[in-house]
């Protein structure tokens, strides 16, 4: 890990969750939005289909971003996200991300989570012990 | 500037949450962590942790029930129907570990207006059994056609 320079792209991660992966997600952190697992609620409000949980594509972009670190999960101090696009399942999320700065042994990222064109996260900052 | 900024400074009381191993194994399988120590006691004490780690994340799992009563607090009188999550932040201090009792208390720190959407700032702090710091969070929750 010590060679972390400013401006290095990390590992891409790429994750194509499935159908039922909001159905787990809920049930594995407690949200249980219908807008998440109900296609017809999710279309009487609006939307497409349902959507994925903006907190799982953080999970993935935490998963990235701790990968950077080695793995440990000790290593990620801080991530700070802003939720745009909706994800969709069955569709591939690509995160990618930049290195920033790199102080000591304290790494900055810049970190997105797309679907294609549609940047599902955006202005994702994470801060990683190296 | 119709919009209600009363509950700015109100902290809503402590929820409790007992960390298990199960749980763990449970939310690191559906994120698609397979480091072992998330799934392993031995390689988590291996790793010198207390007993599995949750991964950072998890963070959702033990802080969300303090969200809930001021999520649905009339005083701060969000409109769900038009409600996203636009952001989240945590930071991280003492790994969480099963068997760990997390205590989190939630509190409205800002509520303002911009270009007619609501933005409702919370923060939950999380500490462990020992009273040290797990995890702060920001909740950033905006309502469009305030």
């Not at chain 2, 509950?7 to 749980?23: D, F, H, S």
């Not at chain 2, 007993?51 to 959702?60: L, S």
Request: with cysteine.
């Amino acid at each position: 890990m010590a060679d972390l320079n400013a401006g290095d792209p990390i590992p891409e991660l790429r994750v194509t969750p499935d159908k039922y992966l909001p159905h787990r997600y809920a049930g594995a952190s407690g949200d249980f939005n219908p807008i998440h697992i109900d296609p017809e609620f999710a279309k009487a409000v609006g939307l497409p289909s349902t959507i994925l949980h903006g907190l799982y594509m953080m999970g993935l972009v935490a998963r990235a971003a701790t990968d950077v670190g080695g793995g440990d999960p000790k290593a990620l101090k801080r991530l700070s996200v802003q939720f745009r696009g909706m994800g969709a399942p069955e569709t591939e999320i690509v995160v990618s991300g930049t290195v920033r700065s790199v102080e000591g042994e304290r790494a900055v990222i810049d970190t997105v989570a797309a679907q294609g064109d549609n940047q599902t996260i955006r202005n994702a900052e994470a801060e990683v012990e190296i | 500037m119709s919009l209600k900024t009363d509950a700015i400074g109100k902290e809503w009381p402590a929820t409790t949450y007992e960390v298990g191993k199960e749980k763990i194994r449970e939310y690191a399988t559906v994120v698609g962590l397979d480091n072992p120590v998330y799934l392993d006691r031995e390689a988590a004490k291996a790793a010198g942790y207390r007993d599995v780690v949750a991964p950072p994340m998890f963070a959702v799992v033990y802080s969300s029930p303090a969200m809930a009563p001021a999520m649905f607090d009339s005083e701060v009188g969000m409109n769900f129907a038009a409600m996203v999550h636009g952001g989240q932040e945590f930071e991280w201090g003492e790994p969480a570990c099963s068997g760990d009792e997390i205590t989190t208390t939630a509190k409205c720190v800002d509520i303002s207006e911009k270009d007619g959407k609501g933005f409702y700032i919370f923060e939950t702090s999380s500490v462990n059994q020992n009273g040290d710091r797990v995890a702060r969070g920001t909740w950033t929750l905006i309502v469009r056609g305030v």
